[in-house]
């Protein structure tokens, strides 16, 4: 899969993302909450002992590991770009946290049963073979244990009424950065719509206890968020 990686590895440039004014964030706080922060909270309401050992898959800006860095003896970051991986081991510099270069395509390096929680976010998109990941993603997770996904939802209302109009109901941010005039998604693999991906999750017998969404006015979305949430975070228990 070295042709995926060379792809994802040129989509990455330096200023990736548009961020919001830091004030504007603190005005809006109690009616918003981050992909990271939301994560983190799911991750709570779910624990049931202590944890020892995560992988996140994509830790991309390593955000995620940074927060959860007090909580797990042992943090294991992955992401398809060496660019990435590098600046994540360069920041990081050791401690309890590794980053490697993987493409989850290909075969997981660890062993039946390693990992206490695993957290995926949008990040299946972009995985070719689905059923190989998720089979792996099986394969790792402790039984019992956590897998906290999440994806875009095609099925968003906003998205509804752009293909209702004759527009493309892209998902894909980097759509906007190399094609400006198209915003097409031309390098995700999947769309996922709530009852498609429930159905297919259970195919993994894997159990679902929440399907929520995040951002702006999330507690008000997350009344429907098959229809209301741009994301679909979902909370599944491996049986």
């Not at 990081?92 to 039946?112: S, W």
């Not at 929680?117 to 956590?146: C, G, H, P």
Request: aromatic share 22%.
């Amino acid at each position: 899969m070295w042709k995926t990686t060379i792809k994802m590895e040129n989509q990455y440039w330096k200023k990736t993302e548009t961020r919001f004014n830091s004030t504007i964030l603190k005005l809006i706080d109690k009616f918003w909450i981050s992909r990271v922060d939301y994560s983190l909270d799911l991750m709570k309401k779910y624990k049931k002992e202590k944890w020892n050992t995560i992988l996140d898959i994509w830790c991309w800006n390593w955000e995620f590991c940074k927060k959860i860095n007090k909580n797990f003896q042992n943090i294991y970051g992955l992401d398809v770009s060496p660019s990435r991986i590098k600046e994540c081991q360069n920041s990081v510099g050791g401690g309890n946290m590794q980053f490697i270069v993987h493409d989850m395509n290909n075969k997981l390096e660890f062993e039946d049963w390693y990992f206490d929680v695993i957290n995926s976010l949008v990040t299946f998109e972009w995985i070719y073979d689905l059923n190989w990941a998720l089979e792996e993603v099986y394969r790792v997770l402790k039984n019992n244990w956590i897998f906290i996904l999440e994806v875009n939802n095609l099925w968003f209302i906003y998205r509804r009424l752009k293909l209702l109009f004759g527009y493309y109901p892209e998902t894909c941010w980097f759509a906007e950065s190399e094609w400006k005039n198209i915003w097409w998604d031309w390098a995700t693999c999947h769309t996922f719509t709530k009852s498609e991906l429930s159905r297919f999750l259970k195919e993994f017998w894997f159990e679902i206890l929440e399907v929520s969404g995040t951002w702006m006015f999330y507690k008000l979305r997350n009344w429907r968020p098959s229809l209301l949430c741009w994301d679909l975070f979902y909370v599944l228990r491996k049986k």
